[in-house]
């Protein structure tokens, strides 16, 4: 494993699940964690400090060194309290996992109005405002003359990259927290920030919502355990990763897909304004057989995975 040693990491959403994984995998690489974990219920609702405490414990158990955070990665003050507390406990960042989330699936027709806002604060502010408090503090160094290595993993999903029926709210932010990654990538570099996304898969309480009970296999490898994204994180975070940015990485079990962002493609070219009627006939002469998305399921099989929902 490659040593963090000296480094100060913040792991947003850590008490459970994918979080507590790459908390777990960090501290044991040698980077000392603040575990933020507000302790909600997968609906967003209500705090715990039990979450983030237990991990700190399992950390510190294993003789590593761990904070706990309560703050919501939502609120724009209290993530800037968050990125502050590390900075005030360590002597500095250099690591920012954004993870925390939760789930308020519904049907686009029948989505309410706070279904829709509470999965957009949460996951979209709750990237936007650390990594933009973070952001600050590192150029601040850089500016002073520091050479830095710091690193920011995001952490999208297959909803939002390939798009999942009955997740408007979560999908559409998910795909932004994507681009955002692209946008802070080059936005960062100078000043020595890499910044790179993960598409995990694991069973964790949001997947049993959605896809119900997922039975860990009796022996050898399981591809869905929530510490399987943990070596990326590692890897992305090791010195030696300074030129690997704005990625995004599709990770199932031992496949680890690094996925083409947008891509320039079926180029429709006129030397001058289209013609509506001229450009309808050219669509359907490219795409004889029409144009639709392929849908989650059989995109997450073309990057080496599998859905839940087909087991
Ligand atoms: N499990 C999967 O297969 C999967 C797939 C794609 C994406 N993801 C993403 O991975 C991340 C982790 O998900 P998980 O499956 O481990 O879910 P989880 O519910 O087990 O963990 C999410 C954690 O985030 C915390 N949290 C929620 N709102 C918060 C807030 N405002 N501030 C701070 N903490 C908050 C919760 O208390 C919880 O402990 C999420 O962003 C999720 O969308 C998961």
Redesign the pocket.
């Known amino acids: 494993m490659p040593s963090l040693e000296g480094k100060v990491a913040i792991v947003?959403?850590?008490?459970?699940?994918?979080?507590?994984?790459h908390a777990l995998a960090l501290a044991e690489a040698g980077a000392r964690v603040v575990v933020?974990?507000?302790?909600?219920?997968?609906a967003?609702e209500g705090t715990?400090a039990t979450?983030?405490q237990s991990v700190v414990n399992e950390i510190v158990a294993a003789e590593g060194e761990a904070v706990a955070n309560?703050?919501?990665?939502?609120?724009f003050g209290?993530a800037e309290h968050m990125i502050q507390r590390a900075i005030e406990r360590y002597g500095g960042l250099d690591i920012l996992v954004?993870?925390?989330?939760?789930?308020r699936d519904r049907m686009l027709v029948n989505m309410t109005e706070d279904e829709w806002d509470a999965v957009i604060?949460?996951?979209l502010k709750?990237h936007f405002s650390p990594l933009r408090h973070a952001a600050a503090y590192w150029r601040e160094r850089s500016k002073s003359g520091e050479s830095l290595r710091a690193r920011v993993i995001t952490?999208?999903?297959?909803?939002?990259v390939f798009g999942n029926v009955g997740q408007a709210n979560?999908g559409a932010a998910?795909a932004a927290i994507a681009g955002l990654t692209l946008i802070a990538a080059q936005e960062l570099h100078r000043y020595g920030v890499t910044v790179n996304c993960?598409?995990?898969?694991?069973?964790?309480?949001?997947?049993e919502e959605t896809f119900g009970d997922l039975p860990a296999p009796d022996e050898g490898f399981d591809p869905?355990d929530?510490g399987n994204m943990a070596p990326l994180v590692v890897a992305l975070c090791a010195d030696e990763a300074q030129d690997i940015t704005g990625q995004c990485f599709f990770v199932w079990g031992g496949s680890v897909n690094v996925l083409r962002p947008w891509d320039a493609g079926e180029l429709l070219a006129a030397d001058e304004r289209w013609d509506a009627d001229a450009l309808l006939a050219e669509l359907r002469e490219r795409f004889p057989e029409g144009a639709a998305p392929e849908g989650m399921v059989p995109m997450m099989g073309k990057a080496g995975g599998r859905s839940?929902r087909v087991g």
Do not use: E, W
């Open positions: 947003t959403g850590a008490g459970r699940g994918i979080g507590r994984g933020n974990d507000l302790g909600a219920t997968l967003g715990d979450p983030a309560y703050d919501d990665v939502s609120d209290a954004l993870n925390a989330g939760i789930l604060a949460v996951h709750g952490t999208s999903s297959p909803s939002g979560y998910k993960i598409a995990p898969n694991a069973r964790t309480r949001m997947t869905l929530p839940m």
